[in-house]
Protein backbone atom coordinates (compact mmCIF):
# COMPACT_ATOMS: atom_id res chain seq x y z
CA UNK A 1 0.00 0.00 0.00
CA UNK A 2 1.64 3.07 -0.92
CA UNK A 3 -0.28 5.58 0.73
CA UNK A 4 -0.28 8.13 -2.19
CA UNK A 5 -3.54 9.18 -3.67
CA UNK A 6 -3.18 8.20 -7.06
CA UNK A 7 -5.00 5.32 -8.12
CA UNK A 8 -2.99 2.18 -8.89
CA UNK A 9 -2.79 1.11 -12.52
CA UNK A 10 -3.77 -2.45 -11.74
CA UNK A 11 -6.76 -1.24 -10.36
CA UNK A 12 -6.98 1.22 -13.18
CA UNK A 13 -7.05 -1.71 -15.41
CA UNK A 14 -10.44 -3.24 -14.16
CA UNK A 15 -12.65 -0.15 -14.71
CA UNK A 16 -15.14 -1.65 -17.11
CA UNK A 17 -14.49 -5.23 -17.46
CA UNK A 18 -17.05 -7.90 -16.52
CA UNK A 19 -15.53 -9.93 -13.39
CA UNK A 20 -17.28 -12.66 -11.33
CA UNK A 21 -19.73 -14.29 -13.83
CA UNK A 22 -21.61 -16.85 -11.62
CA UNK A 23 -24.73 -18.54 -11.58
CA UNK A 24 -27.09 -18.30 -8.02
CA UNK A 25 -25.84 -21.30 -5.58
CA UNK A 26 -29.45 -22.20 -5.63
CA UNK A 27 -33.33 -20.90 -7.57
CA UNK A 28 -34.92 -18.88 -6.20
CA UNK A 29 -37.34 -20.33 -3.35
CA UNK A 30 -40.73 -18.93 -1.92
CA UNK A 31 -39.12 -19.52 1.74
CA UNK A 32 -36.93 -16.92 1.64
CA UNK A 33 -39.48 -14.38 -0.06
CA UNK A 34 -41.77 -15.33 3.35
CA UNK A 35 -39.05 -15.06 5.65
CA UNK A 36 -38.15 -11.72 4.07
CA UNK A 37 -41.66 -10.53 4.25
CA UNK A 38 -42.02 -11.54 7.65
CA UNK A 39 -39.08 -9.58 8.92
CA UNK A 40 -40.67 -6.30 7.51
CA UNK A 41 -44.28 -7.40 8.35
CA UNK A 42 -44.74 -6.87 4.24
CA UNK A 43 -48.35 -7.85 3.58
CA UNK A 44 -48.46 -7.36 -0.22
CA UNK A 45 -51.23 -9.91 -1.30
CA UNK A 46 -48.38 -10.10 -4.86
CA UNK A 47 -46.11 -12.47 -2.35
CA UNK A 48 -49.48 -14.10 -0.20
CA UNK A 49 -52.03 -14.95 -2.30
CA UNK A 50 -51.97 -17.07 -4.82
CA UNK A 51 -54.89 -15.42 -7.05
CA UNK A 52 -54.01 -12.27 -6.30
CA UNK A 53 -50.30 -12.56 -7.68
CA UNK A 54 -51.72 -14.66 -10.65
CA UNK A 55 -54.01 -11.98 -11.88
CA UNK A 56 -51.59 -8.68 -10.85
CA UNK A 57 -47.86 -10.78 -12.33
CA UNK A 58 -49.03 -13.70 -14.29
CA UNK A 59 -48.29 -15.71 -11.11
CA UNK A 60 -45.67 -15.49 -7.93
CA UNK A 61 -42.72 -13.04 -7.73
CA UNK A 62 -40.41 -12.12 -5.56
CA UNK A 63 -39.96 -8.66 -3.83
CA UNK A 64 -38.07 -7.22 -6.29
CA UNK A 65 -35.49 -5.63 -3.53
CA UNK A 66 -34.55 -9.33 -3.08
CA UNK A 67 -32.49 -9.21 -6.19
CA UNK A 68 -29.07 -9.33 -4.30
CA UNK A 69 -30.12 -11.71 -1.82
CA UNK A 70 -30.27 -14.52 -4.48
CA UNK A 71 -26.01 -14.53 -4.29
CA UNK A 72 -25.55 -14.46 -1.35
CA UNK A 73 -24.44 -17.85 -0.63
CA UNK A 74 -25.59 -19.91 2.66
CA UNK A 75 -23.56 -20.01 5.57
CA UNK A 76 -21.75 -23.34 4.38
CA UNK A 77 -22.11 -25.65 1.07
CA UNK A 78 -20.39 -29.40 1.04
CA UNK A 79 -17.46 -28.96 -1.03
CA UNK A 80 -17.00 -24.93 -0.81
CA UNK A 81 -13.31 -24.75 -0.24
CA UNK A 82 -12.88 -20.83 0.60
CA UNK A 83 -15.67 -18.35 1.82
CA UNK A 84 -17.67 -17.64 -0.90
CA UNK A 85 -17.87 -13.50 -0.55
CA UNK A 86 -21.41 -11.65 -2.48
CA UNK A 87 -19.70 -8.55 -3.96
CA UNK A 88 -16.07 -10.15 -4.02
CA UNK A 89 -14.74 -7.22 -6.22
CA UNK A 90 -15.59 -4.46 -3.08
CA UNK A 91 -13.37 -7.17 -1.08
CA UNK A 92 -10.70 -7.01 -3.80
CA UNK A 93 -10.42 -3.57 -3.66
CA UNK A 94 -9.85 -3.75 -0.15
CA UNK A 95 -7.15 -6.38 -0.27
CA UNK A 96 -5.51 -5.03 -2.96
CA UNK A 97 -6.07 -0.92 -1.76
CA UNK A 98 -4.99 -2.41 1.85
CA UNK A 99 -8.13 -0.80 3.43
CA UNK A 100 -9.36 -3.17 6.47
CA UNK A 101 -12.81 -1.41 7.08
CA UNK A 102 -15.34 -0.63 4.47
CA UNK A 103 -18.80 0.78 4.32
CA UNK A 104 -21.36 0.83 1.46
CA UNK A 105 -22.30 4.59 1.28
CA UNK A 106 -25.06 4.65 -2.02
CA UNK A 107 -27.16 1.95 -3.36
CA UNK A 108 -29.16 1.99 -6.84
CA UNK A 109 -30.97 -0.74 -7.69
CA UNK A 110 -32.77 -0.34 -11.06
CA UNK A 111 -35.82 -3.56 -11.31
CA UNK A 112 -36.72 -4.90 -14.87
CA UNK A 113 -38.07 -8.23 -15.22
CA UNK A 114 -40.04 -9.71 -11.87
CA UNK A 115 -38.07 -12.93 -10.47
CA UNK A 116 -39.99 -15.55 -10.33
CA UNK A 117 -39.59 -18.67 -8.01
CA UNK A 118 -37.65 -21.13 -9.79
CA UNK A 119 -35.13 -18.76 -11.46
CA UNK A 120 -31.86 -19.80 -11.69
CA UNK A 121 -29.98 -16.50 -11.70
CA UNK A 122 -26.77 -15.09 -13.07
CA UNK A 123 -24.69 -12.18 -12.77
CA UNK A 124 -21.10 -10.33 -13.01
CA UNK A 125 -19.64 -7.35 -11.39
CA UNK A 126 -17.89 -4.21 -13.33
CA UNK A 127 -16.20 -1.70 -11.34
CA UNK A 128 -16.78 1.46 -12.74
CA UNK A 129 -14.74 3.65 -10.72
CA UNK A 130 -12.65 4.08 -7.85
CA UNK A 131 -11.80 7.74 -6.24
CA UNK A 132 -8.11 9.33 -4.88
CA UNK A 133 -8.00 9.24 -1.54
CA UNK A 134 -10.26 11.09 0.94
CA UNK A 135 -10.27 11.88 4.60
CA UNK A 136 -14.19 11.23 6.14
CA UNK A 137 -15.19 10.95 9.59
CA UNK A 138 -14.53 7.48 9.62
CA UNK A 139 -10.94 7.42 8.25
CA UNK A 140 -9.01 7.89 5.26
CA UNK A 141 -9.43 5.85 1.97
CA UNK A 142 -11.30 5.48 -1.27
CA UNK A 143 -15.05 5.77 -2.92
CA UNK A 144 -15.42 3.29 -5.70
CA UNK A 145 -18.53 2.18 -7.60
CA UNK A 146 -19.96 -1.22 -8.60
CA UNK A 147 -22.30 -2.45 -10.82
CA UNK A 148 -24.12 -6.08 -10.62
CA UNK A 149 -25.92 -6.81 -13.35
CA UNK A 150 -28.50 -9.81 -13.26
CA UNK A 151 -30.01 -12.05 -15.49
CA UNK A 152 -32.21 -14.73 -15.26
CA UNK A 153 -32.11 -18.43 -16.80
CA UNK A 154 -33.49 -16.65 -20.22
CA UNK A 155 -31.01 -14.29 -20.31
CA UNK A 156 -33.78 -11.33 -19.56
CA UNK A 157 -32.12 -8.41 -17.26
CA UNK A 158 -34.13 -8.31 -14.16
CA UNK A 159 -32.03 -5.93 -12.41
CA UNK A 160 -29.03 -3.56 -12.12
CA UNK A 161 -27.47 -2.36 -8.98
CA UNK A 162 -24.66 0.03 -8.59
CA UNK A 163 -23.02 0.32 -4.97
CA UNK A 164 -20.95 3.23 -4.03
CA UNK A 165 -18.48 1.66 -1.59
CA UNK A 166 -15.65 3.56 0.86
CA UNK A 167 -12.65 1.51 1.87
CA UNK A 168 -10.76 3.13 4.60
CA UNK A 169 -8.43 2.84 7.78
CA UNK A 170 -9.19 4.26 10.97
CA UNK A 171 -7.46 6.70 12.55
CA UNK A 172 -4.79 4.12 14.33
CA UNK A 173 -4.53 1.67 11.61
CA UNK B 1 -61.29 -12.54 -9.72
CA UNK B 2 -60.60 -9.46 -10.51
CA UNK B 3 -58.13 -6.97 -8.10
CA UNK B 4 -59.15 -3.81 -8.58
CA UNK B 5 -55.97 -0.66 -8.33
CA UNK B 6 -55.60 0.65 -4.45
CA UNK B 7 -54.14 3.74 -6.20
CA UNK B 8 -54.44 5.16 -9.44
CA UNK B 9 -51.91 8.06 -10.81
CA UNK B 10 -54.10 10.09 -11.95
CA UNK B 11 -54.87 10.54 -7.52
CA UNK B 12 -51.28 11.51 -6.57
CA UNK B 13 -49.91 14.48 -6.93
CA UNK B 14 -46.45 16.51 -6.18
CA UNK B 15 -46.43 17.21 -2.55
CA UNK B 16 -48.63 14.55 -0.90
CA UNK B 17 -47.33 12.78 1.77
CA UNK B 18 -47.45 9.06 2.67
CA UNK B 19 -48.94 7.88 5.94
CA UNK B 20 -45.94 7.62 8.16
CA UNK B 21 -44.96 4.25 9.75
CA UNK B 22 -43.72 3.56 12.73
CA UNK B 23 -41.69 0.64 13.94
CA UNK B 24 -39.59 -0.65 17.45
CA UNK B 25 -36.62 -2.22 16.15
CA UNK B 26 -35.48 -4.78 18.72
CA UNK B 27 -32.50 -7.39 18.30
CA UNK B 28 -34.75 -9.88 16.67
CA UNK B 29 -35.36 -7.51 13.53
CA UNK B 30 -31.94 -7.17 13.55
CA UNK B 31 -30.98 -10.53 13.15
CA UNK B 32 -34.71 -11.86 11.52
CA UNK B 33 -33.58 -9.10 8.87
CA UNK B 34 -30.05 -10.05 8.41
CA UNK B 35 -30.57 -13.56 8.04
CA UNK B 36 -33.57 -12.99 5.58
CA UNK B 37 -30.77 -11.53 3.24
CA UNK B 38 -28.52 -14.32 3.92
CA UNK B 39 -26.38 -12.06 5.85
CA UNK B 40 -24.05 -13.67 7.64
CA UNK B 41 -21.66 -10.92 9.00
CA UNK B 42 -21.23 -10.84 12.72
CA UNK B 43 -21.98 -6.91 12.93
CA UNK B 44 -25.71 -7.56 12.30
CA UNK B 45 -25.55 -10.35 15.15
CA UNK B 46 -23.42 -10.00 17.99
CA UNK B 47 -23.50 -7.18 20.14
CA UNK B 48 -19.81 -7.73 21.36
CA UNK B 49 -18.02 -8.01 17.68
CA UNK B 50 -20.41 -4.59 17.00
CA UNK B 51 -19.43 -2.91 19.66
CA UNK B 52 -15.82 -3.90 20.06
CA UNK B 53 -14.59 -4.53 16.47
CA UNK B 54 -16.85 -1.60 14.75
CA UNK B 55 -17.25 0.94 17.63
CA UNK B 56 -20.69 1.10 17.85
CA UNK B 57 -23.10 0.90 20.52
CA UNK B 58 -24.95 -2.31 19.11
CA UNK B 59 -25.91 -4.56 16.10
CA UNK B 60 -27.69 -2.63 13.49
CA UNK B 61 -30.11 -3.23 10.84
CA UNK B 62 -28.21 -4.48 7.20
CA UNK B 63 -28.79 -2.40 3.77
CA UNK B 64 -30.75 -5.14 2.20
CA UNK B 65 -33.35 -5.28 5.05
CA UNK B 66 -33.76 -1.52 4.91
CA UNK B 67 -34.12 -1.97 1.05
CA UNK B 68 -37.02 -4.40 2.21
CA UNK B 69 -38.43 -2.26 4.82
CA UNK B 70 -38.66 0.69 2.22
CA UNK B 71 -40.79 -1.77 -0.38
CA UNK B 72 -42.63 -2.60 1.95
CA UNK B 73 -43.22 1.21 3.04
CA UNK B 74 -44.24 2.35 -0.25
CA UNK B 75 -46.51 -0.81 -1.71
CA UNK B 76 -48.25 -0.34 1.23
CA UNK B 77 -49.63 2.88 -0.47
CA UNK B 78 -49.52 1.36 -3.90
CA UNK B 79 -51.09 -1.70 -3.37
CA UNK B 80 -49.90 -5.02 -5.59
CA UNK B 81 -50.05 -2.92 -8.19
CA UNK B 82 -47.48 -0.32 -7.95
CA UNK B 83 -44.39 -1.60 -9.42
CA UNK B 84 -40.74 -0.40 -8.49
CA UNK B 85 -38.48 0.68 -11.44
CA UNK B 86 -35.82 2.52 -8.90
CA UNK B 87 -34.66 3.01 -5.65
CA UNK B 88 -31.36 4.93 -4.77
CA UNK B 89 -30.27 4.77 -0.99
CA UNK B 90 -28.22 6.80 0.86
CA UNK B 91 -27.07 4.94 4.31
CA UNK B 92 -26.28 8.13 6.80
CA UNK B 93 -26.64 6.11 10.24
CA UNK B 94 -27.30 2.98 11.57
CA UNK B 95 -30.52 1.31 13.03
CA UNK B 96 -29.91 -0.14 16.66
CA UNK B 97 -32.26 -2.19 18.98
CA UNK B 98 -34.17 -0.14 21.12
CA UNK B 99 -34.35 2.54 18.36
CA UNK B 100 -37.97 3.69 17.30
CA UNK B 101 -38.03 3.88 13.03
CA UNK B 102 -40.30 6.07 11.25
CA UNK B 103 -40.85 6.34 7.57
CA UNK B 104 -41.90 9.34 5.98
CA UNK B 105 -42.44 10.12 2.00
CA UNK B 106 -43.44 12.93 0.44
CA UNK B 107 -44.27 12.49 -3.67
CA UNK B 108 -41.51 14.98 -5.13
CA UNK B 109 -43.36 14.44 -8.93
CA UNK B 110 -45.45 12.82 -11.33
CA UNK B 111 -45.21 12.29 -14.92
CA UNK B 112 -46.19 9.87 -18.14
CA UNK B 113 -43.31 8.70 -19.87
CA UNK B 114 -43.56 7.91 -23.70
CA UNK B 115 -44.85 4.76 -23.50
CA UNK B 116 -47.86 6.17 -21.33
CA UNK B 117 -46.40 4.43 -17.92
CA UNK B 118 -47.26 6.33 -14.94
CA UNK B 119 -44.85 7.29 -12.54
CA UNK B 120 -44.68 8.90 -8.96
CA UNK B 121 -41.09 10.22 -7.79
CA UNK B 122 -40.80 9.83 -3.91
CA UNK B 123 -38.42 10.71 -1.58
CA UNK B 124 -38.55 8.32 1.59
CA UNK B 125 -36.87 9.11 4.67
CA UNK B 126 -36.17 6.58 7.72
CA UNK B 127 -35.72 8.51 11.04
CA UNK B 128 -34.91 7.59 14.23
CA UNK B 129 -36.16 10.29 16.79
CA UNK B 130 -35.15 13.47 14.21
CA UNK B 131 -32.60 12.03 12.60
CA UNK B 132 -32.06 10.83 9.58
CA UNK B 133 -30.46 7.76 9.30
CA UNK B 134 -31.10 6.58 5.92
CA UNK B 135 -32.70 8.33 2.66
CA UNK B 136 -33.98 6.95 -0.10
CA UNK B 137 -35.19 7.89 -4.18
CA UNK B 138 -37.85 5.80 -5.20
CA UNK B 139 -39.25 5.56 -8.46
CA UNK B 140 -42.56 3.66 -8.97
CA UNK B 141 -44.93 3.08 -11.69
CA UNK B 142 -48.86 3.19 -11.41
CA UNK B 143 -51.89 2.30 -13.32
CA UNK B 144 -52.91 5.02 -15.28
CA UNK B 145 -56.20 3.78 -15.07
CA UNK B 146 -58.71 0.64 -13.82
CA UNK B 147 -57.34 -1.18 -16.93
CA UNK B 148 -54.04 -0.75 -16.65
CA UNK B 149 -50.72 -2.88 -14.93
CA UNK B 150 -47.43 -1.82 -14.93
CA UNK B 151 -46.51 -5.05 -14.55
CA UNK B 152 -47.61 -6.13 -18.01
CA UNK B 153 -45.07 -3.98 -19.37
CA UNK B 154 -41.72 -5.81 -21.00
CA UNK B 155 -39.16 -4.86 -23.21
CA UNK B 156 -39.07 -1.45 -24.56
CA UNK B 157 -42.70 -0.19 -23.17
CA UNK B 158 -40.51 -0.46 -19.03
CA UNK B 159 -38.57 1.96 -19.08
CA UNK B 160 -37.67 2.29 -15.13
Not at chain 1, 122 to 133: D, G, I, K, M, N
Not at chain 2, 20 to 33: E, F, I, K, Q, W
Request: glycine share 8%; net charge negative; aromatic share 10%.
Amino acid sequence: MTGGTTVPAEIEALVGMAQYEQVGEFPVERGYIWTTCASVENGNPLFWDEEVAEEVTGGPIAPPTMVSVWFRPHHWAPGRSAPHLPLQVHFDLKERLGLPEAVMTDNTIVFHEPVRPGDRLRTHQVLRSVSEEKTTKLGTGRFWVIDVEYRNQRHELVAVESYTGFGYRRGAQ
Amino acid sequence: MTVAPTLLWSSVGKGDTLPVLSYPVTATTVVLGAMASRDWRPMHHDKDFAVQHNGLRDIFLNTPNQAAWFERYVTDWTGPHGRLGRVTFRMKGSVFPGDTMELHSVVDDTAIDEVSCGWAELSVVLRVADEEKTTAAVRVALPVDEADNPWRRRGDQWRP
